[in-house]
């Protein structure tokens, strides 16, 4: 069985963030996705997919996207019921994100476009420590690192053949 849904589009309004009882962080949102073909009339549609996240990055969506933030989310549908105050039965279907993307800078700018940032705590150049990777290639392109660790200027490696692996 396969549960897999990619989407990138655009916050409809502000995430919404709650905490449950045992203070666990839910945000809730609604992405704007556009629809590949034209009506009769010629304009794009676009489908309102609600998403919900959990814990840490719940908090990290409520803090860093806006209504209009562009951003790709990583999930699962599910599907859930529960009764209203007027003792109806209602469905909801939504998205489940296990990753959030955030598609542009916070500023709004274009300085990061195509560079998207995961603020789920993946270890790695799109994860929280982003900032510290992209210092770290800047400083090697101002030679503030050595590109090749093993370059040897010209001359020859010191090693014996005992400290090879093969």
């Given at each position: 069985?396969?549960?897999?849904v990619?989407l990138?589009?655009?916050?409809?309004?502000?995430?919404?963030l709650?905490?449950t009882?045992n203070?666990?962080?839910?945000?809730n949102f609604?992405l704007?996705v556009?629809r590949?073909f034209?009506?009769?009339q010629?304009e794009?549609?676009a489908d309102?997919?609600?998403c919900?996240v959990?814990q840490?990055?719940?908090e990290?969506?409520?803090?860093?996207?806006?209504?209009?933030?562009?951003?790709?989310?990583?999930?699962?549908i599910q599907t859930?019921s529960y009764?209203n105050?007027?003792?109806?039965r209602?469905?909801?279907?939504?998205?489940?994100?296990?990753s959030?993307?955030?598609?542009?800078?916070?500023?709004?700018?274009?300085t990061n476009?195509g560079q998207g940032n995961?603020?789920?705590?993946s270890?790695?150049?799109t994860g929280?420590?982003s900032?510290r990777q992209?210092?770290n290639?800047?400083n090697r392109?101002?030679?503030?690192?050595?590109?090749?660790?093993f370059?040897?200027?010209g001359k020859p490696i010191?090693i014996?053949?005992?400290?090879?692996?093969f």
């Open positions: 069985m396969l549960n897999r990619v990138v589009g655009r916050l409809t309004r502000d995430p919404e709650r905490y009882p203070g666990v962080a839910v945000a609604t704007a556009n590949t034209s009506n009769k010629g794009r549609e309102f997919i609600n919900v959990w840490k990055p719940a990290n969506v409520a803090n860093y996207l806006k209504k209009g933030s562009l951003a790709g989310v990583d999930g699962r859930r009764d105050n007027e003792g109806r209602v469905f909801v279907t939504e998205v489940v994100a296990e959030v993307q955030f598609l542009e800078p916070r500023g709004g700018g274009n476009q995961d603020y789920f705590g270890p790695g150049p929280n420590d900032g992209q210092n290639n800047q392109s101002s030679g503030g690192f050595n590109d090749d660790p370059a040897n200027d010191d014996s053949d005992d400290d090879l692996p």
